[in-house]
């Protein structure tokens, strides 16, 4: 057990809020060949905290020979109706920038005329992608990012109540935490009624979420009543898992693989088809206006 390490600073994971009891109950549990490798081992007394349980943080070094890819979080959308005449400035400025430095012009393969031109194909691939690039990096240094909602009624009854538990936790930390007095109980209050603000306002996130779209139709604010509607959709959304007889994710992508190939491939493509058809509408239009019709 980790409080064995000689890195631990663990004094205690678990108060009683009605004895002010102290216990170490709280633990993490290695095996004997990353034992050696814990670096750090303490446990965080936050005043944010609405358990009786703290939480305890494990650092571990270890060499190992490779180590795994994992995918790589998506970066945060640009919010471009939150984007003023100074971030749009600086995104023009930013992007003449990344044009110069990452977009070689093409100019033989952009000028090309042939239909299916395989000689540029390449070129234009890294042509795109270096201008999408371009394009994406310049949004995510100018633009805000979209930011993500935070729970109804959370700011408006909850973010008060939580900065004052932090302030008295603090205040208490810095004087001994001493038990009895006025300092601990002004801690012991604020951290009572934030956990009690907190716990109504998930209770009560039907009504709150009704009453934001409400004040947004009232207002006329329709972006923000579509943006209520798209988080409340999202959260009841479920993904089927079987798609014409499919089941799982592969096998249910294999399904739309084979059916927008089949969709593309059903209109012609190659210059020889695309002449014919050509030739087709040519002598339609030519027959309708030698009868009159056109």
Known sequence: ????????????????????????????????????????????????????????????????EYSTCCKAQPSPRPAWHRAGE????????????????????????????????????????????????????????????????????????????????????????????????????????TRAEYKRVSRWVVRNQEKLVAGCMADTLCENRSRDLWSEIKQEKDSNCRQSNVINGAVGSHDSCQVFNETYKSLYQSVPSSESELNILYEELKAGIRDKCQSGAC
């Open 1 to 64: 057990m980790c409080p064995n390490v000689p890195s631990s600073q663990v004094d205690f994971t678990y108060v009683n809020s009605a004895t002010g009891a102290k216990f170490v109950l709280d633990h993490f549990i290695v095996s004997h060949n990353v034992f050696n490798g814990v670096s750090r081992y303490v446990v965080l007394h936050d005043g944010d905290n609405l358990s009786d349980h703290h939480p305890v943080q494990l650092e571990l070094c270890i060499d190992v």
């Open 86 to 189: 100074l971030h749009l400035q600086r995104y023009r400025e930013h992007l003449q920038n990344e044009l110069l430095m990452r977009v070689e012009i093409l100019t033989e393969a952009l000028a090309c005329r042939t239909f299916n031109c395989s000689d540029h194909l390449d070129d234009l691939k890294v042509y795109y992608a270096a201008f999408m690039k371009a394009l994406a990096s310049s949004a995510n240094a100018c633009i805000p990012a979209w930011k993500k909602k935070a729970m109804a009624g959370w700011s408006e009854h909850v973010a008060d109540w939580k900065e004052k538990a932090i302030f008295w936790h603090s205040m208490w930390l810095s004087g001994g935490q001493v038990h009895g007095g006025w300092l601990h109980a002004i801690m012991l209050e």
